[in-house]
């Protein structure tokens, strides 16, 4: 089966940086997502993860350990409008059905 | 412009009723999938389907069916049996290919109240 477990929610400072990490259990494994979420409209693509390292997409970089079952997402020079909740999720191998699972998302809180 | 459209955006229910929410993607994605989201929740998978005329049950399917009679189209039915549908629902496609594989496209979503 899959798992996965994100903190449920954090707080930062606007200008700051923040991680927020994920760990997951599959019993395959086919790429890791980080998705944004604000309240009521649809997620958005953050980025991508299918071998092991960092990721680096402007202020934001995801980073994924497969023999650790872990990532983190880096948000850096956080902006108030970085508010939102952070989605990470699992693909499971096509041979396997293809699942994908998300978690229950990290609601992130930006503070002047 | 390649996408997914959900729709209806807005949908309301009355006890006992069946109702069924549309998806259409014209991306050429194989996989296809159903998601419902509680207030403060995360997305929980309803069905999945890796292929036409095949899917399969997601954590909590119970009290929906679904179809996948062509590549581009996968519609939810949330039946009567689901005594607690109000959600918003999500509808995705990912490519399981080289190519866009590594996104998962989202529909805007379908507010599902009952009344």
């Known amino acids: 089966g899959q798992n996965i477990d994100q903190p449920t929610e954090m707080t930062a400072t606007e200008g700051a940086i923040v991680q927020i990490n994920c760990t997951y259990q599959?019993?395959?494994?086919?790429?890791l997502f980080w998705y944004q979420q604000h309240a009521g409209e649809a997620p958005t693509f953050l980025s991508y993860?299918?071998?092991?390292g960092l990721e680096e997409k402007g202020r934001f970089s995801s980073f994924l350990s497969r023999s650790k079952g872990y990532s983190y997402l880096l948000l850096k020079e956080l902006q108030m409008k970085d508010s939102a909740s952070y989605l990470c999720?699992?693909?499971?191998?096509?041979?396997?059905?293809?699942?994908?699972?998300f978690g229950q998302g990290t609601e992130l809180s930006v503070k002047p | 412009d390649g996408g997914i459209t959900q729709s209806p955006k807005y949908l309301f229910r009355k006890e006992g009723q069946n109702v069924t929410l549309s998806c259409e993607q014209n991306?050429?994605?194989?996989?296809m999938y159903w998601y419902r989201q509680d207030p403060g929740q995360g997305l929980r998978l309803i069905y999945y389907?890796?292929?036409?005329?095949?899917?399969q049950k997601g954590d909590i399917a119970e009290g929906y069916s679904v179809s996948r009679e062509k590549k581009e189209s996968f519609p939810l039915t949330v039946t009567s049996a689901q005594k607690n549908p109000t959600a918003f629902y999500l509808c995705?496609?990912?490519?399981f290919g080289t190519g866009s594989g590594n996104t998962i496209y989202f529909g805007e979503g379908s507010w599902l109240t009952v009344v």
């Open positions: 999720a699992v693909r499971g191998l096509l041979n396997q059905g293809g699942k994908l699972i």
């Open positions: 991306l050429n994605h194989d996989a």
């Open positions: 995705a496609s990912t490519d």
């Open positions: 993860n299918v071998l092991d």
């Open positions: 389907s890796q292929i036409v005329n095949d899917f």
């Open positions: 599959t019993s395959g494994f086919n790429g």
